[in-house]
């Protein structure tokens, strides 16, 4: 196809039609009469020889193929923003812009807190947005990191985009105060024989794989959607779980647990901050991911998560 054929501005009509599911209303949406936005629509029907929007009663309701575009339409705004708004200049002092960065609360805690500090100093402007990765992180990556700034990730879960190194951690196990199963130190044996509690979310997957390459299926008695969770899900109880020493540093207070090396070389934590291609060149962003590995380097003098286990 060739790009240099289309009015793109269809492409912001086509998102405002599927969203409001009614001519007018997206024609107010997005600046148009009523008349433009229905010539809009024949055009989008001409384009997709699809009906795109089938009048059912008194409303109109999407066809498959609107259903399908309706998500597409939205991206490919996101990125046409996105690629729009690059600048050959960028000033962290004076700019005025938002960055949105998706995270574990893993990473939002261990990192994240570290940017947000440097940035209230040096750059009053910029607001950072942190959001959790959805599963479809994984499997469409690229549609996912077009309409964000960064993703926090390890390496191990995706592959294929640019990147650039934060900092090393280590996996530790962490088990309840008064477990009378485990002594000085977890074993193996414990690890297979004791209920888990597990991160339930794709970032995990580094440790299920590890786990599974020396013969150990976890019993899950409980997952959840955040790290931080972990240490009161293990509280109290006979489970065992893993956790990254940095996090395990905060949140290890907050409970009644005991942090306690792997019994085995768990491959390390190389947490990165991945991007789609459209940011290589934008200003902004590569003054984003200067400041990102300068806090790496700085959690990194400050303890590289390769000492000995949380206290």
């Known amino acids: 196809m060739n790009l240099s054929r289309l009015d793109l501005n269809l492409v912001v ?24 936005m229905s010539a809009a629509l024949s055009r989008l029907r001409r ?7 089938s009048r059912t009663g008194n409303a109109y309701e999407l066809t498959p193929l609107g259903v399908a575009l309706r998500d597409r339409s939205a991206t490919a ?10 600048q050959a200049e960028f000033d962290p002092a004076a700019e005025s812009r938002e960055f949105t960065l998706l995270a574990s609360d893993y990473g939002a805690a261990v990192f994240g807190a570290a940017l947000a500090r440097s940035l209230h100093q040096e ?26 700034d960064g993703l926090l990730m390890p390496h191990g879960v995706i592959d294929g985009f640019p990147n650039v190194d934060i900092h090393r951690d280590r996996w530790l196990c962490m088990v309840a105060d008064d477990n009378p199963e485990v002594g000085d130190e977890v074993t193996l044996d414990h690890l ?13 997957a580094p440790v ?11 019993r899950v008695e409980v997952s959840v959607q955040t790290f931080q969770l972990l240490p009161h899900m293990v509280e109290g109880t006979r489970r065992v779980t893993m956790i990254q020493e940095r996090l395990a540093r905060r949140t290890a207070r907050s409970a009644a647990v005991r942090v306690l090396p792997c019994p ?23 003054w984003l991911r200067r400041k990102a590995a300068e806090i790496g380097a700085t959690l990194t003098a400050n303890g590289n998560g390769e000492a000995g286990p949380a206290a």
Do not use: K
Request: aromatic share 8%; proline share 8%.
């Open 13 to 36: 009509a086509l998102r405002a039609l599927l969203e409001e599911r009614n001519v007018t209303r997206a024609g107010e949406r997005i600046g148009l009469s009523q008349p433009a």
């Open 47 to 53: 384009h997709f020889d699809d009906e795109l929007l």
């Open 77 to 86: 705004c996101d990125l046409l923003e996105r690629v729009f708004s690059s």
């Open 123 to 148: 750059a009053p402007g910029i607001r950072l947005t942190f959001q959790h990765p959805a599963p479809s992180v994984v499997e469409n990556t690229a549609t996912v990191l077009s309409t964000v």
């Open 192 to 204: 297979a024989t004791l209920p888990w509690a597990v991160y339930q979310r794709p970032y995990d």
């Open 208 to 218: 299920a794989r590890q786990l599974s390459m020396i013969g150990i299926s976890p």
């Open 264 to 286: 085995f070389e768990a491959v390390p934590v190389r947490e990165a901050l991945w991007w789609h291609p459209v940011h290589t060149q934008d200003a902004a962003h590569i």
